[in-house]
């Protein structure tokens, strides 16, 4: 079966940490392009950050700048997200999505996970 599934969210006090995973099976990571989108209550989806197939572009929204990491191991099919200095307005349920370009543009991408809530909070 073709699925991304996510992974590492939680709970967690403002100016912590957290390592979203976003794992492929019945296909390979390394000819895509992986996005990670989040929506929080009443909100639309908003692109946090996207990696390009081999790793080589790289976009993260001004929102997080500075605080997100994004990385990818194709060699384990999976891409992480490494975020740092959370703050309350990160709170939202985080998405990985597989796509043919890096964009923070949710409609470029085809296959998306299930999501994974992250919760800021003290």
């Known amino acids: 079966q073709v699925q991304l599934v996510e992974s590492g969210g939680g709970l967690v006090q403002p100016g912590g940490s957290l390592r979203l995973a976003c794992a492929a099976s019945?296909?390979?990571?390394?000819?895509?392009?992986i996005g990670w989108f989040r929506q929080a209550p009443g909100k639309e989806r908003e692109g946090v950050s996207c990696?390009?197939?081999?790793?080589?572009?790289?976009y993260y929204s001004d929102s997080v700048k500075g605080r997100f990491t994004i990385s990818r191991d194709n060699a384990e099919n999976t891409v992480y997200l490494q975020m740092n200095s959370l703050k309350p307005e990160d709170t939202a349920v985080y998405y990985c999505?597989?796509?043919?370009?890096?964009?923070?543009?949710?409609?470029?991408?085809?296959?998306w996970g299930q999501g994974t809530q992250v919760t800021v909070s003290s």
């Open positions: 990696t390009s197939s081999n790793g080589g572009i790289v």
């Open positions: 019945g296909f390979g990571l390394e000819a895509y392009a």
């Open positions: 999505a597989a796509g043919i370009i890096a964009s923070l543009i949710a409609n470029e991408y085809d296959l």
